[in-house]
């Protein structure tokens, strides 16, 4: 006997299992209405008497055997099951499959296996085929009404699932029709190459797969599909319209109604699919031809908990998965279209989309490194938060002398990922040296409207960093903005233009102030030295030119008044004093005051001046005129040091500290680790908080012995704009050394006759308008 002889499959020599219906359509009850046909491949007639028919979910068992006398001629067919309209005994209730591999398998009278089928992926219960292996590949899991049909009609060519096609139209007792040609021309290859499964915003209809033909010829995907969920089979998407092809080495777009919002262009295909956002355990996509045979995969999350049943291309588990996508973020094969059936070593998190091009190149795109954030407000209203709504916006400039076309550019935005963004649209062009704002519905200087849906929502970096990114069309990086508070430690990991972790960041947003740069298209890449907190805002204008000067120790906090009667905020203000004998200029200096944490409350705007020997208030919105230099824009908040110290504390222009003033109680405590205030010589020194309506001023004015205590008196007078006068109580806090109260010794000055009630409401405002003060002009 020759080698190719023993090389036989057996199964060329008996009956062959041929079509089967297990899911007949719209039926009540599948049993009743199921039906297998077998065929005689042979030139012999096979007696079948005692022969078996099982079926397996979980594994194998005797669904139907065979009476004696049941034969079957050659090159004919063999149909049973009340569906056929005969053997009514027959109700073997097949598996549907739909969640894991199911089966179908012809024994002899000896128990011996004939022939099997395994149709639908995720082999969980390691169902073998004729050939021994658990791996496939497997049948497709047909739609309901339509049967599983050999193809070639009655003929084992693979003893596995290959022989297998879906049939739309049933045939039982005749030869199965010849299926649509699935199968790809020679020389075409095409993977599943990058996907967003969890688009910024809301996942529904903006969700897409790109797939790319690597091969030499063209792919046609007529009728092939996309099969994607949180399980194996997934949900089976609409298939691909006839005629749809990919040209060798291009790319093609399959994706939801939406995505044309967020990749400014619409999808090559539009379906109706849904990706999951594999937040806890495995989830995968799968390309499929129009047989449901699946040609590609990607198995990407966390982690893959035991039994999900995902299996790579090869039918083997995955040994690693691609990463899970965060909020914004595609996910793509590295290198570009690489494919060694292997999710983990194959794909990887992308920088950014890059929707019809190559994954691992940086794609050029003109004006890419002229355009810059020039500006940008992300807290436009304090008071009212959801005011802010569709009026934030963002200013770009053109450092170049050419115009640059701006469609497909994208602004993305996070607190903790990139989670929103927003493309913009074809048409736009920025001039030469030219602005442009971008902004909400209620931006009256915005050139590109952002649709309320799909609002800016930038965040206010309360206590962490956020993020602002410019992407080019290439597509590629031109911009990044990292802002956020001063003692942030970018737990989220953001990077600059270059790649690098952050180690520099502009200001935490002030509400109702942008965050600007210090020269229009001024780009160090580092955040903090480039932008600054603005107090005048300049949407479409050129940004105030910042002249930062660091502190030389000249400038101090001179008076406070932090307990107005009746309602503190918006009555609040903070002086301070040029105690030197030239100008300073205070352009991006920032006052900070805090209960438990440094909050900047004000940043003075460019311009702004000191003069020599001069006294400066900056004040609440609802302090008269004539008490006033500038005012913040949102309330002071200097504290009533109700449980422990409060404080206030002036910044110069580099961010160092220029003083600090703590305050409290006179039996006020500080707690480690939870009140970490230090006064300017890293003690805890504080002066004694007033009565309402008086104020902490220091005495003789100016003095500055960086002991709170000793330099400040309470409940002073107040003197806005001009020198404080002695009079005032003195008392001192000292905290430390047992937390024993120093200086002076001197007990606090009690309200002399009602004072506070003189100095209160209307009054105050005539003794503002008493005061003879030098402004600077």
């Known amino acids: 006997m020759s080698l190719v002889t023993l090389l036989l499959p057996v199964a060329l020599a008996d009956a062959l299992i041929n079509e089967v219906l297990y899911d007949p359509d719209n039926s009540v009850d599948d049993g009743a209405n199921e039906w297998v046909e077998l065929c005689n491949p042979t030139s012999k007639t096979i007696d079948l008497s005692g022969w078996m028919i099982e ?43 739909g969640s894991a591999t199911d089966g179908v398998r012809l024994t002899n009278a000896s128990g011996d296996p004939v022939d099997t089928v395994l149709y639908d992926t995720g082999n969980t219960n390691k169902l073998l085929d004729d050939l021994g292996s658990t791996k496939g590949p497997f049948a497709p899991d047909v739609s309901a009404g339509s049967s599983l049909a050999r193809f070639p009609d009655c003929t084992e060519t693979t003893n596995d699932g290959d022989d297998w096609v879906q049939a739309d139209t049933l045939t039982p007792g005749a030869a199965n029709p010849s299926p649509p040609d699935c199968s790809l021309d020679k020389g075409a290859e095409v993977v ?31 009728d092939w599909m996309l099969l994607g969920g949180t399980a194996p089979g997934g949900s089976l998407g609409d298939a691909f319209p006839a005629g749809t092809t990919i040209a060798p080495g291009e790319y093609l777009i399959v994706g939801g109604e939406n995505v044309a919002k967020a990749l400014g262009s619409a999808p090559d295909v539009v379906i109706s699919f849904s990706l999951g956002n594999a937040s806890s355990n495995a989830d995968g996509i799968m390309l499929a031809d129009c047989d449901e045979v699946i040609y590609d995969t990607v198995v990407y999350g966390p982690s893959l908990n035991k039994g999900d049943g995902w299996l790579e291309d090869d039918g083997t588990e995955p040994s690693s998965l691609a990463p899970g996508p965060g909020d914004g973020e595609s996910v793509g094969r590295l290198p570009n279209g690489a494919d060694t059936d292997s999710s983990g070593a194959d794909f990887a998190a992308l920088d950014f989309p890059t929707p019809w091009e190559a ?88 050139d590109v409207l952002v649709p309320e849906d799909d609002d800016l929502s930038m965040g206010a970096a309360s206590s962490s960093l956020d993020a602002l990114r410019l992407l080019h069309c290439g597509p590629g990086l031109s911009d990044t903005v990292i802002y956020g508070p001063d003692d942030a430690d970018n737990a989220e990991g953001w990077t600059d233009d270059s790649g690098a972790l952050v180690s520099s960041w502009a200001p935490k947003v002030v509400a109702g102030q942008s965050t600007a740069r210090r020269s229009d298209g001024l780009d160090t890449d580092a955040s903090g030295d480039d932008f600054v907190i603005s107090g005048t805002p300049s949407p479409g204008a050129a940004n105030p030119e910042v ?53 900047t409350k004000f940043s003075f705007p460019p311009g702004s001046v000191l003069g020599a020997g001069e006294h400066m208030v900056v004040a609440d919105e609802d302090v008269p005129a004539e008490g006033a230099d500038l005012y913040s824009s949102t309330n ?74 000793a330099d400040f008196q309470t409940n002073a007078a107040p ?59």
């Open 359 to 446: 994954n691992d190149i940086v794609g050029t795109c003109d004006g890419q490194d002229a355009i810059k954030i020039n500006e940008f407000l992300a807290n436009p209203d304090s008071d009212d938060t959801s005011a802010d709504e569709t009026r934030e916006w963002v200013e770009l400039y053109n450092d170049s002398s050419d115009v640059v076309d701006l469609a497909g550019w994208e602004l993305q935005w996070g607190t903790s990922s990139y989670g929103g963004s927003f493309t913009i649209p074809e048409g736009v062009t920025i001039a030469a040296n030219g602005f442009l704002v971008i902004g909400g519905v209620n931006v009256p200087e915005a």
């Open 719 to 777: 003197t806005p704009g001009r020198a404080n006068e002695a009079g005032a109580g003195s008392d001192t806090g000292d905290i430390g050394g047992g937390g024993d109260k120093g200086g002076c010794g001197k007990d606090p000055v009690a309200d002399p006759k009602g004072m506070g009630a003189l100095l209160g409401g209307p009054l105050l405002a005539l003794l503002f308008a008493g005061f003879v003060r030098r402004r600077r002009q």
């Open 547 to 599: 002249s930062c000067e660091a502190t030389d120790g000249s400038i101090v906090l001179n008076e406070i008044f932090p307990d107005p009667s009746g309602t503190d905020g918006g009555n609040e203000w903070v002086e301070l004093l040029n105690t030197s004998s030239a100008d300073i200029a205070l352009d991006d200096w920032s006052i900070q005051t805090g209960s438990s944490s440094w909050t």
């Open 55 to 97: 079926s397996a979910g979980s594994s194998f068992g005797e669904s139907w055997t065979f009476p004696e006398g049941t034969t079957i001629a050659p090159g004919e067919y063999y149909v049973f099951g009340p569906g056929a309209g005969d053997k009514d005994e027959f109700s073997p209730n097949l598996q549907n499959g």
């Open 636 to 709: 002071l908040s200097l504290g009533n040091a109700s449980t422990g110290l409060d404080g206030v504390r002036l910044l110069d222009c580099p961010g160092d500290v220029a003083d600090t003033l703590l305050y409290g109680k006179t039996d006020a405590y500080a707690v480690d680790d939870e009140e970490p205030w230090e006064d300017d010589a890293g003690g805890q020194t504080y002066a004694i908080f007033p009565d309402s309506d008086l104020s902490i001023a220091r005495y003789p004015d100016g003095t500055d012995t960086d002991d709170n205590g």
């Open 192 to 222: 599943i190459n990058e996907f967003m499964a969890n688009p910024a915003g809301s996942d529904s209809g903006a969700e897409w797969v790109e797939l790319h033909n690597t091969g030499s010829v063209p792919a046609d995907l007529s």
